[in-house]
């Protein structure tokens, strides 16, 4: 299993997340996005490994930022529902596919 899917809101949440640390730091946006892509790909390496908090719905945390990737394992791919904010609201992402 190779590919990953990012649903347009948690595509946008990553965008947001990125520029937000970028412009707190220069560099740091860039640190950010490299930490998703390092959880990403152990998502991809080891999908089952990430904690279930719904029948169907995992979470892996990011190194370094209170984030965590939510995403459901197909048969061919993994779907990153949500690049979520660990400090706000916990459940907002519920009902995404």
């Excluded at 560099?27 to 930490?35: H, K, R, V």
């Excluded at 029948?55 to 370094?64: D, H, Q």
């Excluded at 529902?81 to 706000?88: E, G, I, P, Y």
Aim: proline share 5%; with cysteine.
């Amino acid at each position: 299993m190779e590919r990953v899917s990012y649903h347009r809101l948690a595509r946008r949440e990553l965008n947001e997340a990125a520029q937000y640390y970028e412009s707190e730091s220069p560099g740091l946006g860039a640190a950010f996005l490299d930490e998703v892509e390092r959880c990403t790909q152990a998502i991809v390496t080891f999908p089952a490994a990430g904690s279930l908090i719904t029948a169907t719905i995992r979470r892996r945390l990011v190194l370094r930022f209170p984030y965590a990737l939510l995403y459901s394992i197909k048969p061919d791919k993994v779907r990153v529902l949500a690049v979520m904010n660990l400090k706000r609201r916990p459940m907002y992402w519920v009902g995404r596919e």
